[in-house]
């Protein structure tokens, strides 16, 4: 009878459904009801062994299988479900019944994040520090976040999540199912601002041109950054941030900086390499990539016309929101000694 069960299992583990299971053992004389209970007892208790009444039965969840799941955990805890199930030789449900209701541990997506060096996460601190301070004293009012993006004209698909819902997968239906993918996609760049109670209207870098000190300061500073700013803020002070891109720390860039705006974050104040401090990096730009990218587009036009629709979309309470988690997001890396912040 061991014999019987083993071999159920063997074939259940291998992905034999029930009634492929009952087919390759009929020479065992095994019917669906013993392939059904063998494996329903193998998944309840990690064993094949027949339950018997009366006392306490030794099962999956033992104390010492909970000790060597949780010992397995601290020498590695990015260990799959499915790789512990097979070493300890229980079943996936068992180890995580074990995991959820024993431990108390949960499975959490690998983040991606910037690549920080220790000297690297002394500068992010130093940096964040100085700029609570001039917070606090008033000295860096009403901030504008600024930041470049490139758009590829490819529909963007999570394989994880979108899907398409058609009654077959027949040849008719294939062309919905696809998302097709070119060597080298068309893109833009899209330089754009936010601040707490306003948004930029969006400048698009041509295809093929240089982004030099000359180009950024004509197309995006004086073409766009400065006739919005003077219109949203009036007599109004502001502070303009951008990151340490060539063309923004350009030394003719700094000296028109301090010719032309109330007030600006200067490149050695600002917390390079830090993506998770830009409300456009860590929130805006993914709001508008989501809206943008979820259809398909036959041309830069077409492309350049939908990230203009959906940025005017954005919702101002989620712009406010973005930028009004700035210096709490100061504050998280400071506490971090300038290393990763967590992302939400």
């Known amino acids: 009878m061991e014999f019987k069960r ?13 009634p492929a299971i009952v087919r390759e053992l009929k020479h065992l004389n095994v019917n669906k009801v013993f392939v059904y209970r063998t494996i329903t007892r193998y998944n309840d208790t990690g064993s094949i062994a027949k339950r018997h009444g009366g006392g306490h039965q030794k099962t999956a969840t033992s104390r010492e299988m909970v000790r060597k799941v949780k010992k397995r955990l601290e020498r590695n805890p990015r260990r799959s479900a499915n790789q512990m199930a097979k070493e300890l030789k229980i079943s996936d449900r068992s180890i995580r019944r074990i995991l959820k209701n024993e431990l108390k541990v949960k499975p959490y997506k ?34 504008v976040f600024s930041d470049e993006k490139i758009f590829p004209i490819e529909q963007f698909v999570n394989s994880q999540n979108d899907r398409v819902y058609l009654t077959d997968r027949s040849y008719e239906n294939l062309s919905h199912r696809l998302a097709t993918r070119r060597q080298h996609p068309p893109q833009i760049m899209v330089w754009a601002a936010v601040t707490a109670d306003g948004r930029s209207p969006i400048v698009f870098i041509e295809p093929g041109v240089k982004v030099n000190a000359t180009y950024y300061r004509e197309s995006v500073l004086e ?17 303009f941030q951008q990151d340490s891109a060539p063309s923004h720390k350009a030394r003719v860039n700094q000296e028109w900086l301090k010719n032309n705006v109330p007030n600006f974050i200067t490149t050695t104040q600002w917390l390079s390499n830090s993506p998770d401090a830009n409300p456009m990096d860590y929130s805006l730009w993914a709001i508008l990539e989501s809206k943008v990218r979820s259809k398909k587009y036959t041309s830069l036009e077409m492309l350049k016309k939908a990230i203009v629709r959906e940025w005017a979309k954005i919702p101002a309470s989620h712009i406010r929101a973005a930028c009004d988690s700035f210096f709490d997001r100061l504050k998280a890396i400071v506490k971090a000694k300038g290393g990763h912040i967590e992302q939400k």
């Open 223 to 239: 073409a766009a950054l400065k006739p919005w700013a003077n219109k949203h803020f009036g007599r109004k002070p502001w502070t």
């Open 110 to 143: 690998f983040q991606k994040a910037h690549d920080l060096t220790p000297k690297q996460q002394q500068v992010r601190l130093e940096r964040a520090k100085q700029l609570l301070r001039l917070a606090e004293s008033g000295q860096i009012p009403n901030i």
């Open 6 to 18: 083993n071999s159920v299992i063997a074939l259940y583990l291998a992905g034999k459904s029930q």
